[in-house]
Structures are given as C-alpha cells and as structure tokens.
C-alpha cells in the first residue's frame, strides 16, 4: 500500500479527502493527516509518505516552506509526489509548484474527479519508476556478477601468482579458508553439457547455488567452477546426484585455500581432481587430497610405439590389441600418473597416427573424424571410453592402410594383364589365361579387370585386335583374310562381324575409305 499524507488546517477538508480517496481507491493507501507544514514535516520523518496533498495557507508553517524545507531535507528517489490545494489562483503558487516540482495544483473546492485522475496519473508514473529502478538494479547488479566472474575466471588463467591491487579489490570479500570445485557433465554419447546447463542441473537439486557458494563462474574450458567455505556443500552437490541416479556429473575439489594467492593453484587442484576421475568409472566426485599421493609411472614406451606403427597393414588385430594394451600399462591404470597416459596419447597421435597419414594420405571422412575426437583423451568420459574409441581408430587405420597397400597391388597386376594382351591379341586367347600369368583367382580377376578398365575382357580384347586390325588394312598390302588371322580371330566372317560391330562398316569399306582418302 502507498502511503498518503493530507496536510491541510481545516479539519473538514481533511476528513474529507481522507474518506473521498478511502471509498474510490479501498486499500490502496495508507492515510495519515496533517492541520500545519510543521506538523506535517515531523509526520515524513517519522513514517515518510509517498504521496502528499498539501494546503498552501496555514499557521505555523505554510504549505510553500514545508516544500522548502522537503527540498532541503529530502532529496532524489525519497521524496514524496506533492499536490498543492489552495482557495487562490496566484501565480506565485504557480511557480513555486514548478520551482518544487509540484505534480498537480488543485483549487479549492476540490472536484472529485480532477483529484483521482491526479492520484491515477501518480500512481502510473511511481510504478513507471519503481519498474525502471528495479530493473536498472537487477541490470547493475548482474553486470557486477558478470565483472566480478570474469575477473575471476582471468584469476584463473594467468601464470602470476601475485595479486595486482585492483584484483584484490575486485575479490574482496572471498571467505577463507576456501575450497574451489569444477564439474562437468558427459552425455552417454560422450558430448559434453553446457556451463549454464550444469549450473542449471545443480540448482535443481540443491536450490540457488548462491545460497552455498562465494563464488560461481565458468573456465575457458567452458566448466562451471565452484569456490565455496565448506567442503560438505560440494559432498551434498554429489550426494544428491547419486540419489537421482545422475550419473553424468562429475565434481573435482581442491584442498583448502587461506588467501587469494592461493585461488589459482586450488583451481588447478580441482582440474586435475576432475581429470583423474577419467580412471575411475564409478567415481563422480575426487577431492585432490586423495589422488594427490605419489602414483606410478613408467618411461615413454618408445619401441612399443615403434611397433605398433610398424603392425599397422600387416593383418595382425590381435597383437595390435595386445600391443595397445601394454603400451597404455592398462593392468596398472588405477594406480597411473595421469600423466603417463597423457603422453602416451600424445606419443599415439604423432608417432603413430600423423606418420600413417603422412606416408599414406587422408583417410576416409569417417576415420578422420573419429581421429579428430579420439585426438584429446578429454574429450571421453572415462578412459575405458578413449581407450575402446582408440582401438576401434587403430583398427580403421590397419583396414585403411591394407586398402592402400592392396590397390596398389591390384593396380600393379592389372597393368601387367594389360600388357601381357597386347603381346599376345594375335593368339588364342582367353580371361583365364591371363588371369593365370597374373596369379589372380579367375572371379576376383574379372571383377577387378572390369573395376580397373571399365569393361568385361571379352569387349576390351575385341577392342584391342580391331585397333591393329584397322593399322593393318590402312597398310593394303594384306588381304582381309591374313588380317584376320594376323589379330587373332578365328575366321574372316568372325572378324567381318566384330569390326562391323565396333566400327560401324566393315572391314573392306573401311579399307576402301581409308585409301579414297589418302588418293584426296
């Protein structure tokens, strides 16, 4: 309710207004009553108003130095709307009201509907108002929150350790000790969910993560990051996922930070705490403190990796699953320095896979994108996961390399056949006698020959005995029957239909319009 304050010497016209305004606008305001400025004066800075009516003449203090002393004692967003009543039209009530900036002057007597529709016109315009702070507030204070997280997310990033002064001023405020977490969330088809997305999830089971953390921000890594005084609150966060049975959100926290010095290597603690959750497939939440102890690690394994690039086109999955399995020392895996096996995908990415496409060329699409992704071990859930999608590449890779291997081969063998026809058209010849001189199964060799020519035997011999044939009677020294002994045909009448077939005419016409022409 809106309070109202009447400031008039004459009781009637007090009681008056009161009941007029009470009856038109029923619990919309809350009125209190004045008979002098003075009075009235003491009434605001007791319960204040948000609307006042005042008369100009009365004793002790008027109506115009109550508006003075309000301009002086009052100031901006607090003070009241005001009304002016008064019995004279005077220009000089006039030009106080502008000085005072007065909404609306009324003369006496007061007409009902000119006073409500001042009092409808009011209330529009201080909603109007309170719509507007209220939104230039929340806007103010998200731009703060956005400042302040993005402050903190560059905290994160940089390599100084020392504070500037102004960062320190930006963060005052951080409770300590503190603890930093960051979560994420993989989808069952390894993408990854949104910062906000997270956020968003966690809120729906604990409420406002504002009421349980200092700090809310994201990482260049797009993860929502977490600084909070209790470890408990990020414990409940994986409490509760584990009761809603969420299994895609995973939590790392770091040990407790006791000073802004500290918010970047804690921030780097809960990183490497939510990647070793990447050997752990039952795990959801690390602290850092429990996988911080020394854990195993081993020598690069150069030869192995020699190996295995060497394996790759020789037909051996077996060894090369059995290779990737030492090389990747998957009985140890729960008791691996992350960054063993960050090297070795490393290792596996450029001494293995980039050298394959570099001496053989690009892969299909497909290979080149599973490569893409399998790339960043990150880019998984769980190593189970990277591990199942590196062997499935490696597998590709061998299939690819045996593709290339094998074309060449086919290429090679499908040359030979070709020149072994040409030396011998003029002979009785056959698909089964060359594919017997280039060693290929007789199915297999007509398949590839057609693959690789783009016609069966059959045509591509007829094709290639006309072709010397036409050499031949170009010459006209021959008669058409030694011609067609000469390019291996059994009889003249075959080869008459062959040509005719082929070229249209037949082999005498031919004769004839090659001489024709060259008597022209």
């Given at each position: 309710?809106?309070?109202?304050?009447?400031?008039?010497?004459?009781?009637?016209?007090?009681?008056?207004?009161?009941?007029?305004?009470?009856?038109?606008?029923?619990?919309?305001?809350?009125?209190?009553?004045?008979?002098?400025?003075?009075?009235?004066?003491?009434?605001?800075?007791?319960?204040?108003?948000?609307?006042?009516?005042?008369?100009?003449?009365?004793?002790?203090?008027?109506?115009?130095?109550?508006?003075?002393?309000?301009?002086?004692?009052?100031?901006?967003?607090?003070?009241?709307?005001?009304?002016?009543?008064?019995?004279?039209?005077?220009?000089?009530?006039?030009?106080?009201?502008?000085?005072?900036?007065?909404?609306?002057?009324?003369?006496?007597?007061?007409?009902?509907?000119?006073?409500?529709?001042?009092?409808?016109?009011?209330?529009?315009?201080?909603?109007?108002?309170?719509?507007?702070?209220?939104?230039?507030?929340?806007?103010?204070?998200?731009?703060?929150?956005?400042?302040?997280?993005?402050?903190?997310?560059?905290?994160?990033?940089?390599?100084?350790?020392?504070?500037?002064?102004?960062?320190?001023?930006?963060?005052?405020?951080?409770?300590?000790?503190?603890?930093?977490?960051?979560?994420?969330?993989?989808?069952?088809?390894?993408?990854?969910?949104?910062?906000?997305?997270?956020?968003?999830?966690?809120?729906?089971?604990?409420?406002?993560?504002?009421?349980?953390?200092?700090?809310?921000?994201?990482?260049?890594?797009?993860?929502?990051?977490?600084?909070?005084?209790?470890?408990?609150?990020?414990?409940?966060?994986?409490?509760?996922?584990?009761?809603?049975?969420?299994?895609?959100?995973?939590?790392?926290?770091?040990?407790?930070?006791?000073?802004?010095?500290?918010?970047?290597?804690?921030?780097?603690?809960?990183?490497?705490?939510?990647?070793?959750?990447?050997?752990?497939?039952?795990?959801?939440?690390?602290?850092?403190?429990?996988?911080?102890?020394?854990?195993?690690?081993?020598?690069?394994?150069?030869?192995?990796?020699?190996?295995?690039?060497?394996?790759?086109?020789?037909?051996?999955?077996?060894?090369?699953?059995?290779?990737?399995?030492?090389?990747?020392?998957t009985e140890h895996l729960k008791e691996l320095d992350l960054s063993y096996l960050e090297s070795v995908g490393q290792s596996i990415n450029e001494q293995v896979l980039d050298e394959v496409f570099r001496v053989y060329g690009e892969a299909s699409v497909e290979v080149l994108k599973?490569?893409?992704?399998?790339?960043?071990?990150?880019?998984?859930?769980?190593?189970?996961?990277?591990?199942?999608?590196?062997?499935?590449?490696?597998?590709?890779?061998?299939?690819?390399?045996?593709?290339?291997?094998?074309?060449?081969?086919?290429?090679?063998?499908?040359?030979?056949?070709?020149?072994?026809?040409?030396?011998?058209?003029?002979?009785?010849?056959?698909?089964?006698?060359?594919?017997?001189?280039?060693?290929?199964?007789?199915?297999?060799?007509?398949?590839?020959?057609?693959?690789?020519?783009?016609?069966?035997?059959?045509?591509?011999?007829?094709?290639?005995?006309?072709?010397?044939?036409?050499?031949?009677?170009?010459?006209?020294?021959?008669?058409?029957?030694?011609?067609?002994?000469?390019?291996?045909?059994?009889?003249?009448?075959?080869?008459?239909?062959?040509?005719?077939?082929?070229?249209?005419?037949?082999?005498?016409?031919?004769?004839?319009?090659?001489?024709?022409?060259?008597?022209?």
């Open positions: 309710m809106k309070k109202l304050l009447i400031v008039d010497d004459e009781k009637n016209i007090r009681y008056g207004l009161k009941t007029m305004i009470e009856r038109e606008f029923p619990s919309a305001y809350t009125i209190t009553m004045a008979s002098n400025g003075a009075e009235a004066l003491e009434v605001y800075k007791t319960d204040g108003a948000d609307i006042m009516i005042t008369d100009i003449r009365m004793p002790v203090m008027d109506g115009i130095t109550l508006l003075e002393r309000l301009s002086v004692e009052v100031r901006g967003e607090n003070s009241p709307a005001v009304v002016i009543l008064s019995g004279h039209d005077d220009f000089e009530y006039a030009k106080c009201a502008i000085r005072y900036r007065v909404k609306d002057y009324l003369l006496k007597p007061i007409r009902r509907d000119e006073l409500f529709e001042i009092l409808k016109q009011i209330h529009k315009e201080q909603e109007e108002q309170e719509f507007s702070a209220k939104k230039l507030e929340r806007e103010t204070e998200h731009f703060r929150k956005e400042l302040r997280s993005s402050r903190l997310r560059e905290l994160l990033q940089q390599q100084e350790v020392q504070l500037e002064r102004e960062q320190q001023e930006e963060l005052k405020g951080l409770e300590v000790p503190f603890t930093v977490g960051v979560l994420n969330y993989y989808y069952n088809d390894g993408t990854r969910m949104k910062s906000g997305e997270v956020q968003g999830l966690a809120e729906r089971m604990i409420g406002t993560l504002e009421n349980y953390f200092m700090e809310i921000t994201t990482d260049w890594d797009c993860r929502l990051v977490l600084i909070g005084s209790k470890k408990e609150d990020f414990i409940e966060l994986s409490r509760q996922a584990e009761a809603r049975d969420i299994t895609g959100l995973l939590i790392g926290i770091s040990s407790e930070g006791h000073g802004l010095n500290d918010l970047r290597s804690c921030y780097k603690e809960a990183c490497r705490a939510l990647q070793y959750t990447f050997l752990y497939p039952q795990a959801d939440f690390l602290d850092y403190e429990d996988v911080s102890q020394e854990r195993r690690d081993f020598p690069l394994p150069k030869e192995e990796l020699r190996k295995l690039l060497n394996m790759l086109g020789t037909e051996r999955e077996k060894e090369i699953k059995c290779l990737l399995s030492v090389i990747f020392q599973l490569y893409r992704t399998v790339g960043n071990m990150y880019n998984y859930r769980h190593f189970h996961d990277y591990y199942r999608a590196l062997e499935n590449l490696l597998l590709s890779v061998n299939d690819y390399i045996l593709g290339v291997r094998y074309a060449h081969t086919e290429h090679a063998d499908m040359e030979e056949a070709l020149i072994y026809i040409e030396t011998n058209y003029a002979r009785p010849l056959n698909m089964a006698m060359v594919s017997n001189h280039v060693s290929l199964n007789y199915s297999y060799f007509s398949e590839a020959f057609k693959a690789y020519t783009g016609e069966n035997f059959v045509i591509y011999l007829k094709k290639v005995r006309i072709r010397h044939a036409k050499e031949l009677l170009a010459k006209g020294c021959i008669k058409l029957a030694g011609v067609s002994e000469k390019v291996g045909f059994e009889n003249s009448k075959q080869f008459a239909r062959v040509f005719k077939e082929l070229e249209g005419i037949s082999p005498g016409d031919y004769r004839a319009k090659i001489l024709s022409e060259d008597l022209t």
